[in-house]
């Protein structure tokens, strides 16, 4: 079982994991969903995942999910570093993913999920 | 471990009725390899084209690039662990098709990419301009799963490129080379002066569609460990990924890696090839760490004095690979890092996700933010269909005369992180 928190804004993952996993989902953009991530991080959770995980860019896909630790006390120092290298990237990109089709919709949330799945297959070993 | 590889230079690819190589002319029976494709019941139907260099040719959504090879001598076949046997290879004599490539494209998701032009400012930036082209674009039985149609595709295409490569197991060569690197002992003792230098190969281990196997095992599956550099010329190491196509290894670049082709050029002359190291790029931070370390402490145990690293990707692999340098710069082994960079469409922005002072040897493959556009072509292969949904394109991709404005992440290989492109600042 995870001993963390999954932060998302895909509800492929929500329906994935059913409603007893510790998935936080919010109705946020990407870059919304790395800002509530740091957050969190002040507050003494740890990155477990890369913020930055898949090559569809910020901007390219909506969805976004990260775990975290639940820990709090000390922020740190490298968890605080990706995320904020995270949230400047994503001024790089064009945004582009609001004007896709419904199955380019889909698809994009199904990259996000095998992402999260190839680490949640690491995290439960 | 000495490996000869034996180069039949391909002039011409045609269709005819019968299957075979002579004089240089690969002569292509459609509908014997249409029945290799159809072994596999997920596929529904399987059409080939051929693109020259030269022609107003487009291929989209290209999803690899594959090179026939085939075994002649010594142990094991081409693409281990997947088509053929899990033996180890790199030794003995290979035969190469060399000047042609096999090129899968066929739409697995909505965004996939990328994009082969056969002329016009495109052609500059993509090495498969240059190479003959056998584009086979596979059409999934309905309701198949994305994951198992990247698969059928990815299967489909290594079968097809074994199938020319046998063609090439009784022709005589017209150019040999030799590969040919000792055991640690032996490097030491016949190369007492030179610099032992090892290349550590980061591989692409994401997900669906950022996927890398070696001799057939998912790479994110795998902890950092060592080839013989012949291995991956026998197709031990292929490509499961195409998404963001600038900055990501083809199975072609694996069977041809020019960092191990320069490597080998300068081995016993100025360095000691020692090995080649391979580690993966995981989302999972753990994961990271340990193949980071692992990384690291062969490094040492080897004792390297100096590693090219190469990436694959951007974001999550910035990570790796700064994590890569720095434990490697640690143990006092010298790294000169291949990557390329996300600079924002006017060059100005932070180029990588991550930094450090170790990194002081960085070599670039170019920006794939950088804008370009790419005129209409008379003929596409695949479908233009998502170009408006690959990475680094737009809605606004697709202008009214056909032709493209994209960003140079597009465009299969244009910044590719072992150095396998045609641009440089030289």
């Not at chain 1, 975290?68 to 790089?92: F, H, P």
């Not at chain 2, 003959?132 to 994951?147: D, T």
């Not at chain 2, 197709?235 to 196509?245: E, L, T």
């Amino acid at each position: 079982m995870l001993r963390g928190t999954i932060l998302t804004n895909n509800p492929l993952v929500v329906e994935k994991l059913g409603p007893d996993a510790p998935v936080v989902y919010l109705q946020c953009s990407y870059q919304a969903l790395l800002e509530a991530a740091r957050d969190r991080i002040h507050q003494g959770a740890r990155l477990l995942t890369h913020p930055l995980s898949g090559s569809v860019k910020p901007g390219e896909t909506p969805y976004k999910s990260i775990i975290l630790t639940n820990g709090k006390g000390d922020v740190d120092r490298q968890s605080l570093q990706l995320i904020e290298n995270a949230i400047q990237a994503c001024a790089k990109f064009q945004q582009r993913c609001d004007r896709y089709r419904p199955a380019v919709d889909l698809d994009c949330r199904l990259i996000d999920w095998t992402l999260l799945e190839g680490a949640l297959a690491s995290a439960n070993q | 471990m000495k490996l000869e590889i034996g180069n039949i230079f391909i002039k011409d690819i045609q269709f005819a009725a019968e299957a075979k190589l002579a004089d240089g002319v690969l002569y292509v029976d459609k509908a014997a390899l249409e029945k290799i494709v159809l072994e596999d019941e997920t596929i529904k139907s399987v059409t080939f084209d051929i693109a020259k260099p030269g022609e107003s040719v487009r291929i989209t959504p290209v999803k690899d690039v594959i090179e026939p090879r085939v075994k002649v001598e010594g142990p094991g076949g081409i693409f281990p662990g997947i088509i053929a046997k899990v033996d180890t290879v790199g030794s003995g004599k290979t035969h190469v098709l060399k000047g042609m490539a096999v090129v899968t494209a066929g739409k697995i998701v909505g965004f996939q990419e990328g994009v082969i032009d056969m002329s016009g400012p495109g052609a500059k930036y993509t090495p498969f301009s240059e190479t003959l082209n056998l584009v086979m674009v596979c059409e999934p039985v309905e309701g198949l799963k994305q994951h198992d149609y990247e698969k059928a595709v990815r299967l489909a295409g290594f079968r097809v490129a074994v199938a020319l490569g046998e063609l090439g197991r009784n022709v005589a060569p017209d150019e040999t080379k030799v590969y040919e690197t000792c055991g640690i002992k032996e490097g030491i003792e016949k190369y007492p002066d030179l610099p032992r230098v090892a290349y550590v190969q980061m591989l692409q281990s994401q997900g669906l569609l950022h996927d890398t196997y070696v001799y057939g095992v998912d790479a994110k599956k795998t902890l950092s460990t060592i080839l013989w550099p012949t291995e991956t010329m026998d197709g031990a190491i292929v490509s499961g990924n195409c998404v963001s196509a600038c900055d990501k290894n083809p199975t072609y670049v694996h069977e041809n890696n020019p960092v191990v082709e320069d490597l080998f050029a300068q081995h016993g002359k100025t360095l000691n090839f020692v090995c080649q190291i391979i580690t993966n790029e995981n989302v999972y931070l753990a994961d990271k760490q340990r193949s980071s370390d692992w990384t690291a402490k062969m490094c040492r145990l080897l004792d390297l004095d100096g590693v090219i690293v190469s990436q694959e990707g951007f974001g999550n692999p910035d990570t790796d690979l700064i994590m890569n340098c720095k434990k490697i710069e640690a143990q006092g082994v010298k790294t000169v890092i291949i990557t390329d960079e996300y600079a924002g469409r006017d060059g100005k922005s932070q180029s990588l996700a991550d930094a450090d002072a170790a990194a002081d040897a960085v070599v670039t493959g170019g920006n794939a933010n950088e804008v370009i556009v790419l005129p209409k072509m008379d003929k596409v292969i695949g479908t233009l269909d998502y170009v408006n949904k690959i990475a680094g394109a737009s809605e606004e991709t697709l202008q009214p005369d056909g032709s493209l404005v994209v960003e140079l992440q597009v465009i299969t290989g244009a910044t590719n992180e072992t150095g396998f492109i045609k641009l440089s600042a030289r």
